[in-house]
């Protein structure tokens, strides 16, 4: 992976009126990384998303894409980018053929070049054979490869997509995925994905994670796992105030209360349920134990659930 920096983003804040939907966010994303943005509703994701496609202007803070200024250079910059957007772009009267020859016009290409771009893309994706049906007629996961394709059409050295997988079932989803990790290891486009998906974010090399706003943790998803010490117990209980306190008296470790349930990170966590279980049979209901997550990751940071999805 290059150290060249594909994004480079400092003390950037947005308000929209009285609301701050980014409050001095910093993070580098390097070339030919796949990079995510991961982030509950209202987190901040898909206003940072606008603000790196050039939709929204920079309010407060600096954001640069493979060196050029987004608020000065910002023609230069949609050279740089190509951009997939979560709702679909395509015209779905039109075949793929079509869809890609309009895009290829809107940035200036004709003839030879633009048929061996066409070409180009087609092949890389999958395409080849579907040229020449109408993007009605395709699956959600064909279509979501069209869009990448006309993405990509104009050779950008940086990819943004808006949660990629929505409207896909898993098996289009790992196809995607496929093509993306393809992309990374050609070596020439740097990805930069937004998901509110666990399982997604766990295909990105690093990670960004965001909450009401913030940057609350940065990292490759292994290493933010690991950082959440030990273990992940959830308890359910009908008194959990009650069993908190006695936990707390008991073992001298006071439990996170997230969603109405107790939870508690530990080393040797399978010893401890034991213990736990057998030091009040009657307050505990179900214990759940496992290895920390991305969830935990996001409770960990911010104490609080990762809850619903991206809104519109």
């Given amino acids: 992976m290059s150290n060249t920096q594909a994004i480079d983003i ?13 409050s001095e966010i910093s993070f580098a994303v390097s070339s030919g990384e796949i990079f995510g943005l991961l982030g509950p509703n209202g987190g901040g994701k898909t206003t940072l998303f606008r603000l790196l496609s050039t939709l929204l202007p920079i309010q407060s803070g600096s954001a640069r894409i493979l060196g050029c200024d987004i608020s000065a250079q910002q023609s230069m910059v949609r050279t740089l980018i190509g951009v997939v957007f979560q709702s679909p772009s395509l ?3 039109l075949t793929v053929g079509e869809n890609l020859r309009h895009q ?5 290409l004709r003839g030879a070049t633009l048929r061996q771009r066409i070409n180009e893309q087609l092949d890389r994706l999958g395409l080849s054979d579907r040229a020449g049906d109408r993007v009605a007629s395709l699956s959600g996961g064909l279509q979501r490869r069209v869009e990448i394709a006309k993405g990509l059409l104009h050779h950008p050295r940086l990819l943004l997509l808006d949660e990629p997988s929505t409207g896909l079932d898993p098996g289009a989803r790992d196809d995607l995925w496929r093509y993306l990790r393809e992309l990374r290891d050609g070596g020439d486009v740097t990805v930069l994905v937004t998901t509110h998906l666990m399982e997604e974010a766990e295909n990105c090399e ?7 706003g913030r940057l609350v943790a940065e990292g490759p998803p292994l290493k933010l796992k690991s950082a959440v010490g030990g273990d992940c117990i959830t308890i359910t209980s009908d008194v959990p105030d009650q069993l908190s306190q006695q936990i707390a008296e008991r073992f001298h470790v006071t439990p996170q209360q997230i969603g109405g349930n107790l939870r508690i990170e530990r080393e040797g966590g399978h010893e401890f349920v034991r213990e736990l279980v057998d030091a009040f049979p009657a307050e505990v209901s179900t214990v759940t134990l496992g290895k920390p997550t991305l969830q935990d990751v996001f409770i960990h940071v911010t104490g609080h659930q990762f809850w619903g999805e991206e809104s519109a």
């Fill in 206 to 212: 690093r990670l960004a994670i965001l909450d009401q």
């Fill in 10 to 22: 400092q003390g950037l804040s947005h308000r929209y009126g009285d609301r701050a939907a980014l």
């Fill in 104 to 108: 290829g016009h809107l940035y200036g």
């Fill in 91 to 93: 015209d779905r009267m």
